[in-house]
């Protein structure tokens, strides 16, 4: 399997803006998406789904927050830094 699904071992798939600065256009949040990955969820008693989790993890922090992978969009670089310019 090619593109966004693919399974990356460990549990994490491929979403075409991981290691990438995205936004979570709900709550704003910016930081780089570091991975997807997918849990159980009951949204009924007796009715059990799987969601997509994506990981965000914002500039200067090592904790990674989880958000929907429905609400990503591509993020600007901060001032004074070009997306995709190492650290």
Same mark, same amino acid.
Do not use: F, Y
């Given at each position: 399997? *090619?593109?966004? =699904?693919?399974?990356?071992?460990?549990?994490?798939?491929?979403?075409?803006?991981l290691?990438?600065? /995205?936004?979570?256009?709900? *709550?704003?949040?910016?930081?780089v998406?570091?991975? !997807?990955?997918?849990?159980?969820? *009951? /949204?009924?008693?007796?009715?059990? !789904?799987? /969601?997509?989790? +994506?990981?965000?993890?914002?500039?200067?922090?090592?904790?990674?927050? %989880? /958000?929907?992978?429905?609400?990503?969009?591509?993020?600007? +670089? %901060?001032?004074?830094?070009?997306? =995709? +310019? =190492? +650290?």
């Amino acid at each position: 399997m *090619t593109g966004a =699904g693919r399974n990356l071992g460990i549990g994490h798939e491929h979403h075409p803006l991981l290691h990438t600065l /995205v936004r979570d256009a709900e *709550t704003g949040l910016i930081g780089v998406l570091c991975g !997807i990955t997918r849990h159980p969820a *009951t /949204v009924e008693p007796g009715t059990r !789904i799987t /969601v997509r989790r +994506a990981w965000i993890k914002p500039p200067g922090s090592s904790r990674e927050i %989880p /958000v929907s992978t429905d609400r990503l969009e591509p993020a600007a +670089a %901060p001032p004074g830094r070009r997306e =995709g +310019a =190492g +650290a």
